[in-house]
């Protein structure tokens, strides 16, 4: 007999009281995608910077205006990639 496998998935499921948190993600989306920049403990998106990772999050969740700026760059971002010989 085989034993099934088992597979380890880690998720921050309590983010400071939010659970599940889509700003997080748009955040490590955006330094994946290299729309937002680090420098040391610094992270800029444009002309914005904030230092630390929990305050740039903080500044994204406070500020849709912010967070809809960023989500529309890295799907610009994701939407030329994929679209890269396509006629």
């Known amino acids: 007999k085989m034993e099934p496998n088992l597979y380890l998935v880690w998720a921050p499921l309590n ?3 939010w659970g599940f948190w889509p700003v997080a993600d748009i955040f490590n989306l955006g330094m994946a995608w290299q729309v937002i920049t680090q420098a040391g403990g610094w992270y800029s998106y444009g002309e914005e910077r904030y230092q630390g ?3 740039m999050k903080e500044a994204l969740a406070h500020n849709p205006v912010f967070l809809e ?3 529309h760059d890295v799907l610009a971002k994701y939407n030329a990639t994929i679209n890269v ?3």
């Open 85 to 87: 010989g396509v006629q």
């Open 69 to 71: 700026a960023i989500k």
């Open 15 to 17: 983010y400071y009281g």
């Open 53 to 55: 990772e929990h305050r």
